[in-house]
């Protein structure tokens, strides 16, 4: 008798457990942060050309289409194309100085495509240095110019670690299930908002095509 009376005790025991682990399930942890090979990043982004399809700002639970707010940016997107000059994880953004949509007649699909002169760079003032501590690449404005007047000096911002996803070929972009892109981010004061943040996103450009001999301009796609 006793012994049914010691195994039914042990019976309820690992009942009443069991309904509390299921009423009090565990906290799951807390994924690790994401962090970025410099060198990977480095060398996956030089001399690599981007396009900025959007721009977003969030203040509190409110979000804004930067693109729509200011449509000037929007002119600025498609006409200030991108391009990194980095090596490990020092460098600076430069862009293509001339280019312009074109109409897609040559690409199957959605893809956007552009002319770009690929012999003249002109500087954004926008400095790129490897920030080890968030191990992902950091960016900061260094001043304002002619071709950015947005630009507001000692602004500084990241590459979101877990949006990288580039592709180092126009097929393996073309093919991709979910198309490369990569996004900044910044954070700032608004003195009407209070804290704010920007969130940049861009997609890479693959040359698809330039004439024999030509030393001016080729033609580029993005796969959105």
């Not at 109409?103 to 690929?118: D, H, K, R, W």
């Not at 979101?160 to 490369?180: D, I, L, R, T």
């Amino acid at each position: 008798m006793k012994r049914y009376l010691s195994i039914g005790c042990f019976l309820l025991l690992a009942a009443w457990q069991f309904g509390c682990s299921k009423n009090n399930p565990k906290p799951a942890p807390e994924p690790e942060p994401i962090r970025l090979d410099r060198d990977t990043v480095s060398s996956w982004l030089a001399r690599s050309s981007f396009y900025i399809t959007d721009a977003w700002r969030f203040a509190g639970k409110d979000s804004v289409d930067m693109f729509k707010a200011d449509t000037l940016l929007k002119l600025y997107a498609n006409a200030a194309f991108l391009n990194f000059y980095i090596s490990k994880g020092d460098g600076q953004i430069m862009f293509h100085g001339g280019g312009s949509p074109i109409p897609n007649t040559e690409i199957p699909g959605n893809a956007l495509t552009f002319s770009l002169n690929i012999r003249i760079f002109l500087p954004t003032e926008m400095n790129l240095k490897w920030n080890e501590e968030m191990g992902t690449l950091g960016v900061e404005t260094a001043r304002t110019t002619s071709y950015f007047p947005m630009i507001v000096p000692g602004k500084k911002g990241y590459l979101e670690p877990g949006s990288f996803n580039v592709k180092m070929s126009m097929e393996q972009a073309k093919a991709a299930v979910v198309k490369p892109s990569l996004r900044f981010i910044y954070e700032d004061d608004d003195p009407k908002l209070g804290k704010v943040t920007y969130k940049i996103t861009m997609k890479p450009m693959y040359q698809y095509y330039r004439e024999p001999g030509q030393q001016v301009s080729a033609k580029y796609v993005v796969f959105p």
